[in-house]
């Protein structure tokens, strides 16, 4: 009977999925990622042969939406660890690449 309540109490502490808890930190990052697809959305009307900034700034924002989410905010610290197939609870400080 305690082995049960014990269990129970682990599956409970423990998040069903990935976002489970970070729900103002994930609408935070909706928002920014959406605004920057509508700012995206918007200097595409300025784009046109003879001005290259909106184009820059386009390939500034998509580098952006890609490398905000994997990047900072994905698995990018833990990577090396999970293609060599260890799987660790706590997230190391360093991806652990030796030169």
């Given at each position: 009977?305690?082995?049960?309540a014990s269990a129970r109490s682990d599956a409970e502490s423990?998040?069903?999925?990935?976002?489970?808890g970070h729900l103002v930190g994930n609408i935070l990052v909706f928002v920014i990622m959406f605004g920057m697809f509508l700012l995206?959305?918007?200097l595409l009307t300025w784009l046109s042969l003879d001005t290259v900034w909106p184009?820059?700034?386009?390939v500034v924002l998509a580098f952006l939406a890609f490398f905000i989410?994997?990047?900072?905010?994905?698995r990018a610290d833990t990577g090396y660890d999970l293609a060599e197939?260890?799987?660790?609870?706590?997230k190391?400080?360093?991806a652990?690449?030796?030169s």
């Open positions: 009977m305690s082995h049960e423990s998040p069903a999925h990935a976002g489970k995206g959305m918007y184009m820059a700034a386009l989410p994997q990047g900072i905010l994905g197939g260890n799987r660790t609870p706590e190391k400080a360093s652990g690449v030796d």
